[in-house]
Every structure is written in C-alpha cells, then in structure tokens.
C-alpha cells in the first residue's frame, strides 16, 4: 500500500473515531457534566436508571485522607453500574508531591505469545542504544497477570477484570495503564524505535513540574498509547484505568454479556473502550479537575512544542507520531517511530498461539492500525516502509 493511501486511511479512521466519540458524548453530555470525575454513587441496588451523586456524609470514601480521592469517571455509560464497588477508587500521590520524584528509569515492554522477530529485536536495542542506563522488563502473558495480582492484591475489581478479558489487544491495553499506574517508567509498544534519549524529551523548564508524558497521535484528539511516560501513582493513570474498568463494564451490558464474554465483534471501538482514546478523554478529564477548567482537545491541538497541562506534558505530533503527521519540520524532534507491526485488528483481537490455524489466516489479511504490544507480524504498512 503506497504511503499516501495510508495517511488518507489514518486520517479516514481518526475522523470515524472523533465522530463515534463526539456522538456517544452528545448522547450523555446533558447527565454527566465534566467535572462529576470525582464524584461517588452510594445509591441502593436496582437504582440505576436514577442514579445521583451521594452526599458527601453518605459517601463512603469521605473518611479517607484527603490525598486518597474518589474517582468515578463518567466515560460513555449511560447507566453506570449501581454500586460501584469501593477497591475501584485508586489512591494517588498529590501531583506536587510526585513533581519532586524523579521518573522511574525503567522501560516496560510485553511480547505476545508468539515472541519477538528481528525487527522487534532490532527497535529493543535502539532503547538500549540511546538510554544505556534504562532498567527493562519484558512481560509475557504469564508474568503480566502475575505482576497484576500483586500489585493490584488490594483491588479485587482490576484484577478480576484483568483476568476477565479475553481479547488480547484489550488486556494489553488495560494492562500498561495498570503497570504505569503501579510503577510508572516508560510503556512501550514492541514496535517503537526509539530516536533520541528519554532523559531529553522533557524540555529543561518543565523538568520539576512534569508527572506525566505524553506525545500526540493525532493533532487535537487523540494521544498516542504505544509509548507513554508516567510517574507511579498519578491521578492521570488512575482516572485512565476507571475510565477503562466502567467502559469495559458498559460495553458488556450493551452487549448483553460479561467482560469476559467481549469478543472484537461485541464491542463497539476497542480506541475508546480501553484504547488511546479512551486514555485521551480520562487524562483530559483529570487535567480538568485539577485546573478547575474543562480542557478538552482545543487545548492540544496545533501544538509546535511540548506544552504543560498542570502537570501533563503535552507533546506535539512530532514527538510519538511524525508519520501521522506527515513529517512536520516544525514540530521539533521525532523522538519515537511507531511501525504499526500490531496484529490486533483481527477477529481475534491479537495473537493466539502460534499453531492456531484460524489465527494464522486472519493475521495474513491483516492491515494494522493503531497500537498494539504484539510483535511478531509483519503488516502491509512495515513491509511498504522497509
Ligand atoms: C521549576 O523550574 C523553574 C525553571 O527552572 C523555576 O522557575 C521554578 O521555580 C521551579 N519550580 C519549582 C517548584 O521548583
Ligand atoms: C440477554 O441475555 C439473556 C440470557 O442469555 C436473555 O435471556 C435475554 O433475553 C437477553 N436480553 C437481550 C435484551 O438481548
Ligand atoms: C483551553 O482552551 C480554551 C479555548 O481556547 C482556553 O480558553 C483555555 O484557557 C485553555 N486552557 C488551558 C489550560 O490552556
């Protein structure tokens, strides 16, 4: 496929994205209100077609410390669950507090079941290559859920869900939020190339205020999830992961099924269900309540320079995305490439086990698009781009 028909297909697929999100906003907008974020539903059983914020008194989460504040992030539901259990509300570390903490340098990776080629082992290296000091872990499906059980052992939810999920690209993307929530470091999709050091994507100025990085896929809308830079404990990442736990939820219900019973075909866009976009609207959500002022995609839109957003670093397309955005020269430097190596757009939502024969063929029609952890395939787009 010729790169210009690609750019048209990335661009055709972030309007379809932008619309889908802009239409199931529009139909909750006059019952969830930005800034009911963190807002807590105490009501009994069976009341969800009513559902109101509880009062402060009956909220069970008032006798925490402050610091540990209730989230209850109104993605798309319109009937968000009745009772939301209490371990969905994660602690966070005050944004001023956290400012005074280095990044953890440590780069986190995942590798589907079929392993890591050449190619992937070639992007690994030029992590290694350009930050020689960088701790790194690459998970595997085993030791990714046993690194969920301990981290999350006191929030039964995250873990049940996690268990629950049986499409592959939509644990792997719940599951970088969890470990940039846990650990923090740096998330990275296998099929990135690192450019430039990490300790130079941070412009000196916003060095103390910076908890969060992130780089825009699409000017204005959408963050890019395949690389993503995180303190541990920001309320970003914990907005980010409810966000994901209640669309998840929502999902099901509209499906008439259970998380584990999601398939690629019962739900409706993997992007704002657990995805890029779905990490966009949570993150932009929080930066709202901090800031006390709706910050929506205007905010991040022609961006020529990293920009701060409380403590979200905001950088331009350039940065994650160049090719997205067609090389801009002004945009500063291209610190990662994404080569869009992914397998998750088939039926099956990612890799299976190698010698499953439906799998095989399904991943031999495949035209990836947007993230993915799985290495291991090679798209029409990277072969076009060697
Ligand atoms: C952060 O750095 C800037 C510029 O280097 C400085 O003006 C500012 O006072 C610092 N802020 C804190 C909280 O240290
Ligand atoms: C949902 O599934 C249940 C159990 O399979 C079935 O009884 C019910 O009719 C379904 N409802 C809808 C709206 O599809
Ligand atoms: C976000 O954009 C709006 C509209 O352009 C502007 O009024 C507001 O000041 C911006 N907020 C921030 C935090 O930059």
Known sequence: MPRSSYYLLALLLSFITTFLWFSSNTRTATTTPILSLYSSCSCP???????????????PSSSLPKDITVASPSPVPLHPPAEPPQSYYLPYTPSKQLSRLPFPSKLWQ??????????RQKDIKSWHTHNPSLRHEIFTDGNAERYVLDQFAKFPDIIDTY??????ILKADFLRQLILYADGGVWSDLDVTCNTPIDSWIPRKFKNQTNLVVGLEFDGNQFASWTVMAKPKTNHIAAAIEYIMDALEYSAEEANTTISGLT????????AVTGPQAMTQAILRSISVELGETVTGENVSNLH?????HDVLVLPNAAFA???AGFPEDQGPYLVEHHYAGSWKNDHGGESSPNSPIEQDHLHEEKAEGESDQGGVKSEIREDDE
Request: a negative charge; aromatic letters at 0%; charged letters at 20%.
């Open 45 to 59: 059983p069976g009341s969800e077609t009513d559902a109101t914020p509880s009062s402060p008194a009956s909220n």
């Open 110 to 119: 995942k590798a589907g079941p079929n392993g890591i080629d050449e190619d």
């Open 163 to 168: 268990q629950d999920l049986q499409v592959p």
């Open 264 to 271: 690629m075909k019962t739900i409706s866009d993997v992007v």
């Open 305 to 309: 320079e990293p920009t701060l957003l």
């Open 322 to 324: 160049a090719m997205q």
